[in-house]
């Protein structure tokens, strides 16, 4: 079974950078694309990035495209997710996950994942 652990949140100034990590187990990893979503307290589970299997193509929410970049190192059966720019409205809890479907049957249903990280807290101070 993958199992997935998410690192590298914190607090963080407004404008400041983070970068997210996703360690998975298992041999399998490189066979999923792998997505980021975000909860923030009192809403819904936000998508905002996947990556395909060999992280050639990626597709991203269009409220972070160009201050988010989703990447993966399939030898450290890893995705990241580094974050610029950050904004108050960034804090959340972030998860990884590895998408059951394929790369580009909708993305952004969190139903179409079948294996979540327990989240890392993203805290932007102002």
């Known amino acids: 079974q993958l199992q997935l652990v998410e690192s590298g949140g914190g607090l963080v100034q407004a404008g400041g950078s983070l970068r997210l990590s996703c360690a998975a187990s298992?041999?399998?990893?490189?066979?999923?694309?792998m997505g980021w979503f975000r909860q923030a307290p009192g809403k819904e589970r936000e998508f905002i990035a996947l990556?395909?299997?060999?992280?050639?193509?990626?597709y991203y929410a269009a409220s972070v495209k160009g201050r988010f970049s989703i990447s993966r190192d399939n030898a450290k059966n890893t995705v990241y997710l580094q974050i610029n720019s950050l904004k108050f409205e960034d804090t959340a809890i972030y998860y990884c996950?590895?998408?059951?479907?394929?790369?580009?049957?909708?993305?952004?249903?969190?139903?179409?994942?079948?294996?979540w990280g327990q989240g890392t807290q993203v805290t932007v101070s102002s």
């Open positions: 996950a590895a998408k059951a479907a394929q790369f580009d049957y909708n993305p952004v249903d969190p139903n179409q994942y079948k294996r």
């Open positions: 298992g041999r399998t990893f490189g066979n999923f694309p």
């Open positions: 990556i395909d299997e060999s992280g050639g193509r990626t």
